[in-house]
């Protein structure tokens, strides 16, 4: 009897570590997606002259990932809005229709002079990095990235929110 119960707290035992390890964070998954995501990445991205011009496009989407409450005061116009943290196969499926479209990001570490809406981020966690690298691991290949440092006062660059003053 003794025994008997040795192996069923030695079978629940085994049991608790493998659910354990059956956790839904794969580190070597994310870094070997990182590298590859980070390769394609430096071969998209844009000028500022260049994001303009992807801009017009009209099959092209503007996506910012920045909060809600900051994309609602100040985002460039015509951009969708996804919130980084809320990244999901069907969110993203919602907002960006098709993973054949080309998208283009931005993030507050692209726009000078407006530290209330765009207020920069460490340059190491910029939202763009995690931002295309997770845009990458979702099967969206199509993504281009503003690597330019833009003012907000650049009026070749329009804005639209509660925070814009109209004229």
Known sequence: MKTKILFVTLLLAI???????????????????????????????????????????????????RSKAAFNKKHLKGAVHLTFADFTDKSLAKVLSSKKHKILIYCNNNILGDNRNFMAKRVAV??????????????????????????????????EGSDVVKK
Do not use: P
């Not at 580190?27 to 994001?51: G, P």
């Not at 763009?128 to 969206?140: E, K, R, S, V």
């Open 15 to 65: 049991q608790h570590v493998n659910a354990e390890q059956k956790s839904l964070i794969d580190v070597k998954k994310f870094t070997k997606v990182s590298t590859q995501a980070l390769k394609l990445r430096a071969q998209r991205m844009l000028s500022s002259e260049e994001f303009l011009r992807a801009m017009r496009d009209k099959q092209v989407i503007i996506l910012d990932t």
């Open 126 to 159: 910029a939202l763009n990095h995690q931002t295309f690298i997770n845009l990458y691991a979702y099967g969206y290949k199509n993504v281009f990235e503003m690597a330019a440092l833009v003012n907000v006062n650049d009026k070749r660059f329009i804005f």
